[in-house]
Structures are given as structure tokens and as C-alpha cells.
């Protein structure tokens, strides 16, 4: 098998010729065969995917509690905008703290700052629950996007250190299943929660705590960063971090998130002025794109055994690109469920994808800072998502927007089905 390299003149698009790539400071030792067995048990994975998946209770619990938190703070100046800020303040935060986290979790270890963070995080949240002032509800949401940054970038690390080559690519699929099906739970609870009141949903957050305590009873720190800090010291600056090496991947992930995210912010228009149907079933719309990120998030170990990383970016291009060429062809119900199964198909397919790809690169050593701006970019895309989508729909209408990015997404999905079939072996075509 050949080995990859992150020397200044290899550009992130090298790759070894394998469909399930080890790194080459992570090769298998007789540590990482007794680890394998401990990491494979179901209860370690239940522990270590519901650690991932806490994350996405970070805006759907409360959604749909928004209108009833404005109109109790109804008195207060601009709460039209404070009461979305509470939404969009956390993606800010983990950002901003990502690059931070991955550098202090390189550099420290991971278990010590991941429980901390995620009791905080839980605290942070809940919070909400008896704070009686705008202004602290969102220096609280702030902090929990501080905790977000660590939690998402620590567990994330973990999969890359408890796992490798093919098995590393199942690992990343059950945790993009997890993180989905949570997300399409918490939909559905958030907005039941909110019906009762509008603060009951932060309640919810008090889940941290509970995964944080059985987390702490599977997980440890992995032996490899058990390391000698002279020697890390020694090898900084020889091998110090190449952000540009990771740029592509960091630019596709973002893109990635601006169109996902779409479905959130412009669909519901769609579905309610354009196909004049009744805002209530937006939520259960919503939660088909949620099922099919995380089906296809599932198979993902898969169709890396057929298709290569530029294959699978091809697919999930496509699939995306489909979805929209639907909603500006076709202006039915139906066709809409279908079309954000495509989407969330797609979506799925390529975060898994970019963190197949990303953990199998970076050096063992800067794993987590690497994954710290990855977390940095999806967030990133999220929160720029309405701002760009917004601007296209303003000037040549929603369907426009719709038959924009199909036009453009098809057309990434051709760049990548040549680049699979380039023929040789340090390339995204392996």
C-alpha cells in the first residue's frame, strides 16, 4: 500500500491507491488490534455516537420556540432580531473556537477537555430555562457555541483515533446516522415541548449531562496521544500545520452547507407561498432530508468500496444537483419530499465523504486541528447560507435559485467524475 504525504509541494488532492487509506503515522500496531476489539463493542459506540450527535440539539430543540420567546420579550428593543439571534449566536461561536479547540486537543488530549465541555455545554443550555433576560440568554447561547466548538471537534477526533482505514469510513457513517436520526427526534420533540411553553425545549439540553456521565465510563484518551511532548515540541516546526493543504476540502464542505441549508431557509417559502400548503407540515418536510442524510450517511463504507472520493463527491453532487432540477420542473407536494430526500442523500454523502477524506490525510498530531477548521467551514456555510441564497432569490426569483444550483451542481459532478477516472494513483481517483 502506498503512503500519503503532506510535504509543501503534495496538494491535498494526493491520495493512496486504496479505497480504505491508512495514514502513515496511524499504521496498525498490536495497540491498534486490542483496541480495535474494545472500540467495535456496542455499548463503546452507542457512548461515542451520542457524544457526536449532541450537537445537532443545537438549533432544532429550540426552533420552533422562537415566535413565543419573542412575544415575551415583546417590550424589549429590536427583539426581532435578538430573538433570531438566539438561533444563528452559537454557529458564530463555534466558528470563531474550532481552530481554537483542534489546537488545544492536539496539543493536551482530547477526554480532558471533551467531558468539561460537555457538562457546560449542557449547563449552557439549559440555562435558558430560568434566565428571565434576553441579554443572558444569549451571552449563554454564546458560551454553549464555545462548548459546541470543543464538543463536535473532540468526539469527531476520537472516531479518527479509535478507528482506521475501512473501518474508520463505517464509523464516520454511523455518525453521520446518528447525528440525522437525532436531528429528526429532536425536531419533532422541540416542537412539542414548545407547544407546552416556550422554555421547555432548553430542558432537553439536560441530555448532555446524562450522555457526559455514560461517555466517561466507555471512552479514554487514545495511547497515540499519550505522547512525549518533546518530541511533539521537536517535530512542530519541521511539520507545522499546512492550512492550505486542507483548503480544498474546507471550501467544498462550505459549499456543501450553503446548499444543504437551503432546505431550511428557502424550501418553507416554497412550500407555503408557492404551492400554497399549510405551514404546519414544513417540520415533517424537514425531517425527510434529516432520514436521508443519515441512510446514505449509513452506506457510506459502502459505495467507498465501489467508488472512489472523487466517485462519491460525483454522486452527492448529482443527487443535489436533482433535487433542484425537480423543484423547478415539477411544482408538487410529493415531488418536494423526494426532492429533499435527494438533497439530504446528497448532503450526507459528502460531509462523510470530506471527513473520510480529511482523517485519512492529516497527520495524527494535527488531526484535530484540522477537523477544528472543518467544524469552522460547516458552520460557516450555515450561517452564510441564507445571506447568499437570499441575495440570488432577490434578484432572479426562487425558481431561479432552484435552476442556478442545479445548473451548477450538475456541473461539479462532471468535474469530479473526470477527475475519478484520471489515471493515476496520488489522486482523489483512488
Not at 466507555?218 to 521537536?234: G, I, M, S, V
Not at 426569483?397 to 467524475?417: E, H, I, K, M, R
Request: net charge positive; with cysteine.
Amino acid at each position: 500500500m502506498q503512503t500519503e504525504s503532506l510535504a509543501p509541494e503534495s496538494p491535498i488532492l494526493q491520495n493512496p491507491a486504496s479505497k480504505s487509506p491508512i495514514p502513515k503515522n496511524s499504521a496498525p500496531t498490536k495497540f491498534d488490534n486490542k483496541l480495535k476489539k474494545i472500540v467495535h463493542n456496542p455499548l463503546f459506540k452507542i457512548a461515542l455516537f451520542s457524544t457526536t450527535s449532541m450537537t445537532v440539539l443545537g438549533s432544532v430543540v429550540i426552533a420552533p420556540s422562537l415566535p413565543s420567546l419573542q412575544n415575551h420579550f415583546h417590550n424589549v428593543a429590536g427583539i426581532d432580531f435578538l430573538s433570531k439571534l438566539v438561533l444563528t449566536l452559537p454557529a458564530l461561536f463555534v466558528m470563531f473556537f474550532s481552530p481554537l479547540s483542534g489546537y488545544l486537543l492536539d496539543r493536551y488530549g482530547r477526554i480532558k477537555f471533551l467531558f468539561p465541555a460537555m457538562v457546560l455545554w449542557s449547563l449552557a443550555g439549559f440555562s435558558g430555562f430560568f434566565l428571565d433576560d434576553i441579554y443572558l440568554i444569549l451571552i449563554s447561547r454564546a458560551i454553549f457555541g464555545i462548548t459546541t466548538a470543543f464538543v463536535m471537534t473532540g468526539a469527531t477526533a476520537l472516531v479518527g483515533d479509535y478507528y482506521l482505514g475501512e473501518d474508520r469510513q463505517k464509523a464516520l457513517g454511523l455518525q453521520g446516522f446518528f447525528t440525522a436520526a437525532g436531528s429528526a427526534v429532536f425536531i419533532s420533540l422541540g416542537g412539542y415541548l414548545s407547544s407546552i411553553d416556550w422554555r421547555y425545549p432548553f430542558l432537553a439540553y439536560l441530555l448532555g449531562i446524562v450522555v457526559a456521565i455514560f461517555a466517561s465510563t466507555k471512552l479514554f484518551e487514545p495511547h497515540r496521544h499519550r505522547f512525549d511532548k518533546k518530541t511533539q515540541n521537536a517535530q512542530a516546526p519541521q511539520n507545522g500545520f499546512r492550512f492550505f493543504n486542507f483548503f480544498p476540502i474546507y471550501l467544498l464542505v462550505f459549499f456543501c452547507m450553503v446548499v444543504y441549508y437551503i432546505s431550511p431557509t428557502q424550501i418553507p417559502f416554497f412550500i407555503v407561498h408557492n404551492l400554497g400548503k399549510d405551514s404546519d407540515i414544513v417540520g415533517v418536510s424537514m425531517s425527510v432530508s434529516a432520514i436521508a442524510y443519515g441512510a446514505f450517511a449509513l452506506f457510506y463504507s459502502r459505495l467507498r468500496n465501489m467508488w472512489s472520493i472523487a466517485g462519491v463527491y460525483a454522486f452527492g453532487f448529482c443527487l443535489m444537483g436533482t433535487a433542484f432540477l425537480l423543484l423547478y420542473v415539477f411544482h408538487n407536494y410529493l415531488i418536494v419530499m423526494v426532492s429533499l430526500a435527494f438533497l439530504g442523500a446528497g448532503g450526507g454523502l459528502m460531509i462523510v465523504n470530506s471527513s473520510s477524506y480529511l482523517l485519512s490525510i492529516a497527520p495524527e498530531h494535527q488531526r484535530a486541528k484540522a477537523l477544528g477548521f472543518m467544524a469552522s467551514s460547516i458552520f460557516f456555510g450555515q450561517f452564510a447560507s441564507p445571506l447568499i441564497t437570499q441575495s440570488i432569490v432577490n434578484n432572479i426569483s426562487l425558481l431561479g435559485l432552484f435552476l442556478l444550483f442545479a445548473c451548477v451542481l450538475y456541473v461539479l459532478g462532471l468535474l469530479f467524475v473526470l477527475r475519478s477516472k484520471k489515471p493515476f494513483g496520488h489522486s482523489l481517483a483512488t
